[in-house]
């Protein structure tokens, strides 16, 4: 079992439809970062969380470090938002990462 | 603009020959870059974590002699492959930590086909 699990694995919509995609860890964090890959392999940071919740724009995260639950939605979605969302997590005092085999979005016009 | 810089995009060599990637961090110093393999369809993985003047720390299971890193100044660090075989092609991507912020700078990633 990975230390970082996402779900769905693959998820299609249509644009306009609010998306939720959910990340669970089994290790104690320090922080934990949602990411969107795109499909030329470039990988921004969208969120680094470490309590409660964040919101840019149509993007929220969330974070319940008692369920070491995190979710990101995404409101009003559009087909620019087609991408990879990946969940990674800090774990202990070094700068070290684990991550999520992430989220493949699909939203159609 | 891009906050790392991450060269080649693209590269396609043949069996035996050493490849080298460039992540160069713009208008800010990287004490610390983070190389990363990823297969496709799979996560992120770590190979190494390069420090500014000191030797890099791979991660287990990576070859230290096949995976050559240099973070000979605090705005460039290198990951040379070294006689490359068809196994080693892969996307690989850097990111570095910026501060004592927990943000994150990606490169965008050099897909690297080894025939």
């Known amino acids: 079992k990975n230390e970082v699990e996402q779900s769905p694995q693959n998820l299609t919509a249509q644009e306009g439809e609010f998306i939720t995609i959910n990340c669970s860890y089994s290790?104690?964090?320090?922080?934990l970062h949602w990411l969107q890959q795109h499909p030329g392999g470039g990988i921004v940071s969208l969120f680094m969380?470490?309590?409660g919740k964040k919101k840019h724009g149509r993007l929220i995260a969330t974070i319940n470090i008692q369920e070491k639950h995190s979710s990101l939605h995404i409101t009003a979605s559009h087909p620019r938002d087609s991408a990879v969302y990946i969940c990674?997590?800090?774990?202990?005092?070094?700068?070290?990462?684990?991550f999520g085999t992430g989220t493949r979005l699909k939203v159609l016009a | 603009g891009a906050v790392v810089s991450q060269h080649p995009s693209r590269v396609i060599c043949k069996s035996g020959t050493s490849v080298k990637i460039e992540c160069r961090s713009l208008?800010?110093?990287?004490?610390?870059m983070f190389w990363y393999r990823q297969f496709p369809k799979q996560s992120l993985m770590l190979m190494a974590t390069?420090?500014?003047?000191?030797?890099?720390?791979?991660e287990q299971g990576v070859e230290k002699d096949k995976f050559l890193i240099n973070h000979a100044s605090l705005t460039l660090s290198t990951l040379t492959v070294t006689s490359a075989h068809p196994e080693d092609s892969s996307f690989y991507i850097c990111?570095?930590?910026?501060?004592?912020?927990?943000?994150?700078?990606f490169g965008s990633g050099t897909q690297l086909s080894v025939l």
């Open positions: 969380l470490s309590s």
């Open positions: 208008d800010f110093q990287a004490t610390t």
């Open positions: 390069s420090n500014e003047g000191s030797k890099a720390t791979y």
């Open positions: 290790v104690g964090i320090s922080a």
């Open positions: 990111s570095a930590k910026i501060g004592p912020d927990e943000k994150l700078f």
């Open positions: 990674a997590v800090r774990s202990g005092g070094t700068y070290k990462y684990i």
